[in-house]
């Protein structure tokens, strides 16, 4: 009898000096960062972390869009602002603490990173939100233990979704854009944040 294992693709994982532990206990957001750009291929294998993440029934809703161009990076970090100072975007509403910052001239909603990374759903199923936000994790352990910083940009989440942004991007009328991710290299080593320890509500 043929041996199930002859079925299972074998999948070499990249090669890194640091474990697993070591990337979720050093991974944290960065909010600055030097001006060159991730390569492609740095890119490509950010994705395909992302990919290995768990899906609910294995549908593996995510779908991803990838901006490099200066340009459009700019006009897109305008459009959040404009739309948070508009009083239009419910996650950042006005009388926010950091609404200010947020909408002043001179904030970069993706602080200055050549790259940024946006995780799109498909219609697929209840809990594909959670699914991408698993995908999101993997790539953000994975930049950490490449060296590069992350940070997720909920301000840039009602501007992805409107129609001229959707159009611009490739992303489908059907979709829906849920974690925007900018990836880069750090400006400055950062110092580490204190986590407060598990709440545990009970332990029988």
Not at 12 to 40: C, G, L, N, W
Not at 77 to 97: M, Q, R, T, Y
Not at 167 to 178: D, F, K, P, Q, R
Request: glycine fraction near 4%.
């Amino acid at each position: 009898m043929e041996s199930n294992m002859t079925h299972i693709q074998q999948i070499t994982p990249p090669e890194t000096d640091m474990s697993v532990m070591d990337a979720i206990y050093m991974r944290h957001a960065v909010r600055d960062y030097a001006s060159q750009a991730v390569e492609k291929d740095t890119v490509r294998a950010l994705l395909d972390a992302a990919v290995h993440a768990p899906s609910a029934v294995d549908e593996e809703p995510w779908a991803f869009v990838v901006v490099q161009d200066k340009s459009i990076l700019k006009r897109l970090s305008e459009s959040a602002k404009e739309l948070l100072a508009d009083g239009v975007d419910p996650i950042h509403p006005k009388g926010n603490h950091l609404h200010d910052l947020f909408t002043g001239p001179a904030f970069n909603a993706f602080y200055n990173a050549g790259t940024l990374i946006v995780i799109c759903a498909k219609p697929a199923g209840p809990f594909v939100v959670a699914d991408c936000w698993l995908a999101a994790e993997n790539l953000m352990l994975a930049a950490c233990a490449k060296g590069l910083g992350t940070c997720p940009i909920g301000l840039a989440v009602t501007a992805l979704n409107t129609p001229k942004w959707k159009n611009e991007l490739g992303i489908s009328v059907e979709m829906t854009a849920v974690a925007p991710i900018i990836v880069g290299t750090p400006a400055a080593v950062a110092s580490p944040v204190a986590c407060k320890d598990p709440v545990i509500l009970s332990w029988k």
